[in-house]
């Protein structure tokens, strides 16, 4: 018996089906938005705007994808075996239907597509991702809202976030009142995706529902915030939006609550079993922490992030990392870091390719390693700030500065990146405590210069696991398993989860002795700023 995992990421969809008796993957899969779908104009999964603070996607360019990613296990033979299956997607990104959408989700017909059938119920045609920055002023004005009822940091766990649901849908109702009237629900992409897949309106579960400023803190009974639900709805209600923006948000469930059987459209159209169980969605940071198998982690991917499990929550006193929940009455404390493996390929195009429209390739990326430098560091290392975008950790406005060298040196730019980009994720991980070895996940997880400056600059061992890349999506394959058979999480993690033994990489002893130099130059070039 299959359990399958399948990620909706910002740039890609990843599929992973694990054989949940032995913990051996039986198929793995995956295809970029903007080759799949080139009439949708994505880049890297994300819509043109002229506004570079506008980070949206296309719904109906998901609901595509998931008839997609079906469409291509069934051609593997894997989904008549699949006896769970559980999804994950970017963070924060929300969809947004009418009132016909549960009776659609429930009827769907498999002679059409998700697209024809789910796409007319939408009502925002383009989403917020978890890169949207264009709320800054909504999330100024929830804080204040909430400073009399004890702080938004103690109600919801976390500091109010421009990328969070709460000031995406007080900006958008605002400016479309007509659209926000239309919508019956505002799903998380991971419920959104979920409600189709077992034909209801799903809830969302904790490790997504807690990154909404909208969430109560009680971990053991999910629930809403009754002061956030009242400070977003009284300003909407000043807006002149209708009341009733509780009931749009449906519920929060435990994290892998199951949620009903797989819907009878993936049935008949797909070959999936009918018995097959749907498992409440995530966000795609709690996969990826169970499938690296619930270690510290740094994942580097399109934003580098840095989360471990928290014995209790305890929101930030900086706002430095964001408190979710993980597996049932547990949370997780996470920190993003917006501007990660994006800055090294724009380096790439600016030093290594120089321009030219071909997409770099292995010799490319060996010389852009080369021009790194060895893992040897010295006290005048050169450093800079990569924003290429607005950064969340730390808050600082978009732009490169370097620190006395030129833009124009391959070399000093590339290592610098390497080093600095570290630098700045343990400067900022001072949530995570202990001596325990650090997994690196993500598509950085290949670049063994990073890893290596991460075990220097935290003082321990940094590994990754087999197939890094897909941490997130086996994280749900495991939550799928671990139900099929009864297992801990620890039980099933120990099944499937497998260090890649070549990764390893331990603090070297010259190193140690200019860490604490380079940190301190590094904190007061952001301190300058």
């Not at 995530?282 to 740094?298: E, H, K, S, W």
């Amino acid at each position: 018996m299959l359990s399958l995992g399948i990620e909706f990421s910002t740039q890609s969809v990843k599929m992973l089906a694990l054989d949940a008796a032995t913990g051996e993957v039986a198929h793995a899969g995956a295809f970029e938005y903007d080759a799949a779908f080139p009439g949708y104009c994505t880049l890297r999964g994300v819509l043109p705007s002229e506004d570079p603070e506008v980070r949206h996607t296309s719904p109906r360019m998901m609901l595509e994808a998931l008839d997609r990613a079906f469409s291509l296990l069934a051609g593997a033979g894997i989904t008549k075996h699949v006896g769970a299956v559980k999804v994950d997607a970017m963070q924060h990104c929300t969809v947004y239907a009418g009132p016909d959408f549960g009776r659609a989700a429930g009827a769907l017909d498999p002679r059409s597509t998700l697209l024809e059938q789910a796409g007319p119920c939408l009502t925002r045609d383009t989403i917020p991702i978890w890169e949207d920055r264009s709320t800054a002023a909504e999330a100024r004005i929830l804080t204040r809202a909430l400073e009399a009822a004890g702080g938004i940091e103690a109600l919801t766990g976390n500091r109010a976030e421009p990328r969070f649901p709460a000031a995406q849908i007080m900006k958008w109702a605002s400016e479309s009142p007509d659209e926000y009237a239309r919508t019956a629900h505002i799903f998380l992409l991971s419920s959104f995706i979920t409600s189709l897949l077992a034909g209801i309106i799903a809830p969302v579960d904790t490790g997504d529902g807690w990154g909404t400023n909208l969430n109560s803190m009680d971990i053991g009974g999910p629930g809403w915030s009754g002061p956030a639900l009242a400070a977003v709805g009284g300003y909407l209600a000043g807006k002149g939006c209708a009341a009733g923006f509780a009931a749009k948000l449906g519920a929060i469930t435990h994290y892998d609550e199951p949620v009903g059987m797989v819907s009878r459209y993936f049935a008949d159209k797909y070959g999936v079993s009918p018995n097959a169980v749907v498992l409440a969605g995530t966000g795609d940071n709690p996969a990826t922490l169970l499938g690296c198998g619930g270690a510290v982690v740094v994942s580097l991917g399109s934003s580098y992030t840095v989360n471990g499990v928290m014995d209790a929550p305890r929101p930030s006193a900086s706002g430095e990392y964001n408190v979710f929940g993980y597996t049932k009455g547990r949370a997780m404390a996470l920190s993003v870091i917006t501007n990660g493996t994006r800055v090294h390929d724009r380096f790439m195009q600016e030093y290594v390719m120089k321009g030219r429209a071909a997409s770099p390739g292995a010799a490319e990326w060996q010389e852009y390693a080369r021009l790194a430098g060895g893992p040897a560091l010295s006290a005048d290392e050169p450093l800079l700030l990569p924003y290429l975008l607005d950064e969340s950790v730390p808050p600082m406005r978009r732009g490169i500065v370097r620190e006395g060298f030129s833009p124009a040196d391959p070399r000093m730019n590339i290592r610098a990146l390497h080093v600095s980009q570290a630098l700045s994720i343990r400067l900022h991980a001072e949530h995570i405590r202990g001596s325990a070895p650090i997994c690196v996940a993500g598509g950085g997880s290949r670049n063994m210069l990073m890893k290596q400056l991460l075990a220097d600059l935290f003082g321990r061992e940094v590994y990754s696991i087999e197939d890094a890349a897909s941490a997130a999506p086996l994280g749900c394959a495991l939550s799928g398993a671990r139900y099929l058979y009864d297992l801990s999480y620890q039980e099933a993690a120990g099944r499937a989860v497998r260090r890649d033994a070549s990764s390893v990489c331990r603090p070297l002893p010259d190193n140690a002795g200019r860490v604490g130099a380079l940190l301190q130059r590094y904190k007061k070039l952001e301190s300058e700023q």
